[in-house]
C-alpha cells in the first residue's frame, strides 16, 4: 500500500495539500492530521484518493507515537510526507504565556521532525518529504520572536536532511509562504491586546502556495518561495546585517 501522510490537513495549506496531492503521484490511502475530526472527515469528499482521518494532537508525544505505531503495524510504503502543521503568536516574548511558547516549539519544530524520522524507515527512492517553514525562517523578528526561530530550524532542518538523503533519492523540501490567507491568523493575533502587526505588505492566497510548492518540487528545488515580495524580502535578508532588518521592521510596524 502505497500512502501520503499530509498533518495541519484540516485547514489552510495544510487542507489544499491534501486536495492536490495527486500532483505528487497516485497512493492507495491518504492519511490526514490535525486535531479536528470533522475537518478531516470533510476531506473525504475532496481528496482524489481514499482517506484515513487521524484526529490527533501533535503537541502530545504519545500521539505522535501513534502514528509510528500504525506505520509499523501496517507498513505501507510512504510516497509522500507533507508537515503542514505549525502556529504563531504576535507578541512579546515576556508577555507570552510559557505554555504558549512550548507549545509553538513542541508543534513547529519537535513534531515536525519526530514524525519525519518515524515516516523515512518506510520511504524509498522517489519520495518527498514537505516541510511548511515560512520567509520569517530568514530573519529574526521581535515580537514574531518564537514562531520566526521555529521556522528557521525548519528551513535549515530540512535544507540539511535534503542533502543527507540525496543518495537514497528521497527529496526534502522547505516551503516558505509570505503572510498568507488562512486560519493562522485566528490563532496567532489576541484581539484583546494592541496589534504588533499593523502593516501586510503582501496577503497571498493559499491554493498559490501550494501549486507553485509542487512545481518547485518536481523542479529539485530544496526551497520554495511563491510571490515577487516575498522573494525579494528573503533575498535583502541574506544580504542586508540583520539590526538592519529588525529596525526597519520595528519602524514599519510603529513598534
Known amino acids: 500500500m502505497r ?10 495549506m495544510g487542507r489544499r ?4 496531492c495527486d500532483r505528487a503521484g497516485k497512493f492507495d490511502e491518504v492519511w490526514v492530521i490535525a486535531r479536528r475530526a470533522g475537518r478531516l472527515e470533510e476531506l473525504k469528499e475532496s481528496v482524489p484518493f481514499p482517506v484515513r482521518p487521524v484526529a490527533i494532537d501533535l503537541t502530545d508525544r504519545k500521539a505522535v507515537l501513534s502514528v509510528r505505531d500504525m506505520l509499523e503495524k501496517e507498513k505501507p510504503e510512504v510516497g509522500l510526507l507533507v508537515n503542514a502543521g505549525g502556529f504563531g503568536r504576535f507578541e512579546a516574548f515576556t508577555d507570552t504565556d510559557p505554555e504558549v511558547n512550548l507549545n509553538m516549539v513542541d508543534l513547529n519544530c519537535e513534531a515536525l521532525m519526530s514524525l519525519t524520522q518515524y515516516v523515512l524507515p518506510f520511504m524509498s527512492f522517489g519520495s518527498a518529504v514537505v516541510n511548511i517553514a515560512s520567509v520569517a525562517a530568514f530573519q529574526p523578528i521581535p515580537y514574531i520572536n518564537i514562531y520566526a ?13 535534503n542533502r543527507e ?10 516551503v516558505c509562504p509570505f503572510w498568507t490567507k488562512t486560519e493562522f491568523f485566528q490563532r496567532a493575533v489576541d484581539l484583546e491586546k494592541p496589534a504588533v502587526v499593523k502593516k ?3 496577503m497571498y492566497e493559499p491554493e498559490k502556495i501550494v501549486d507553485r510548492a509542487w512545481t518547485d518540487l518536481k523542479k529539485g528545488k530544496d526551497v ?10 528573503a533575498a535583502l535578508c541574506k544580504i542586508l546585517p540583520h539590526k538592519l532588518v529588525m529596525s526597519v521592521w520595528m519602524k514599519q510596524q510603529k513598534l
Open 17 to 20: 495539500f491534501a486536495e492536490t
Open 200 to 202: 501586510y505588505i503582501a
Open 149 to 161: 526561530a521555529t521556522k528557521a530550524f525548519v528551513l535549515y532542518f530540512s535544507r540539511a536532511l
Open 224 to 233: 520554495s518561495k511563491y510571490g515577487f515580495k516575498a522573494r525579494v524580502q
Open 3 to 12: 500512502i501520503a501522510i499530509i498533518t495541519g490537513a484540516s485547514s489552510g
Open 165 to 174: 538523503l540525496k543518495q537514497k533519492n528521497i527529496r526534502v523540501m522547505a
